[in-house]
């Protein structure tokens, strides 16, 4: 029922930000009690969460991208979005918004598996 896509550039040059819309459709993200998550992948890596908002537009960000991540959202456009900035070739990755429940101690999911519904996936190439 709930359906997410991702969108935005697949190049994009080291130094510069990297922003990502998720469009959710079949279900609001203000509806409670989810969270709205980013995760990525790149080759010969496992999944790996890189933050989440939820329902209140409270944001949670993975320790070692926090300084360089921001979640935000727009509830008229039942959107959320990712920027990842000063980005490097190591950003190189397929993207994906995914939505999950509330985490066993009462916050966000953290690990990927936690969560039910996913995008398809977008990917984005960090060039040097």
């Known amino acids: 029922q709930v359906q997410l896509r991702e969108s935005g550039p697949g190049l994009v040059k080291a130094s510069q930000t990297l922003s990502l819309t998720c469009t959710v459709s079949?279900?609001?993200?203000?509806?409670?009690?989810?969270?709205w998550g980013w995760i990525r992948q790149s080759p010969g890596k496992g999944l790996e969460w890189l933050g989440a908002?939820?329902?209140?537009?409270?944001?949670y960000y993975s320790p070692s991208l926090k300084s360089r991540t921001s979640i935000s959202r727009d509830t008229s456009k039942n959107q959320f979005t990712l920027q990842l900035s000063s980005v490097t070739p190591e950003d190189t990755a397929k993207y994906y918004c995914a939505r999950a429940g509330v985490g066993p101690k009462g916050g966000p999911a953290t690990t990927p598996d936690e969560y039910d519904y996913w995008g398809q996936g977008t990917q984005v190439t960090v060039s040097s």
């Open positions: 908002i939820n329902n209140v537009g409270v944001t």
């Open positions: 079949g279900g609001s993200i203000r509806t409670s009690y989810y969270y």
